[in-house]
């Protein structure tokens, strides 16, 4: 489904037609999300937002404002710790959107918003084959598929709020 709606969102912004806005595509989006996160197990959603997204610095450059390559293919140089008084916590989605267009958005603002939707069908992808190849990973732990599946889950749920920015929905 979240493919599904995913497509839709393109659809919806792309064509600037049909039974669908811009608005009601991408609260389908976070809540199939939300949706997955909960069929996968409860995951740790916003302690994985807060690990990956949550820090001064763009956490694959280390620069305050990610100065990184437009395609990058390289992974993060830091992962962060999440303490139980991180900030990102207790961020609602506004504070996320502010925080990751203070990270990203110099960057992103670079980019068309075409290509920021084909990032986000990208990490909608990338997340259900990884999703796939950890349930068929035997090695792998419960609580390794969790965080897994969470980091994956963060990286759509930063995608969709980078959009969400470009198209100046809150």
């Avoid at 740790?44 to 610095?57: C, D, I, R, T």
């Avoid at 990102?88 to 603002?109: A, F, K, P």
Wanted: some cysteine; glycine content about 8%.
């Amino acid at each position: 489904h979240l493919i599904g709606f995913g497509g839709e969102l393109a659809e919806a912004v792309t064509r600037a037609r049909g039974p669908t806005t811009p608005r009601v595509a991408l609260a389908n989006v976070l809540a199939w999300v939300l949706a997955t996160a909960d069929s996968l197990g409860h995951l740790p959603l916003v302690e994985a937002m807060a690990s990956k997204y949550g820090g001064h610095s763009c956490s694959y450059c280390g620069e305050p404002k990610c100065a990184c390559p437009r395609n990058r293919s390289v992974p993060p140089i830091q992962s962060q710790t999440t303490r139980p008084d991180s900030p990102g916590l207790e961020w609602s989605v506004t504070e996320w959107q502010d925080h990751l267009g203070r990270l990203y958005g110099e960057v992103n603002g670079k980019i068309s918003i075409e290509a920021c939707l084909l990032r986000l069908l990208t990490e909608i992808g990338e997340m259900a084959k990884n999703i796939q190849g950890a349930m068929a990973d035997s090695s792998l732990t419960v609580i390794d598929r969790k965080e897994l599946f969470a980091t994956e889950l963060a990286d759509v749920i930063a995608w969709t709020f980078t959009v969400s920015s470009k198209l100046e929905i809150g």
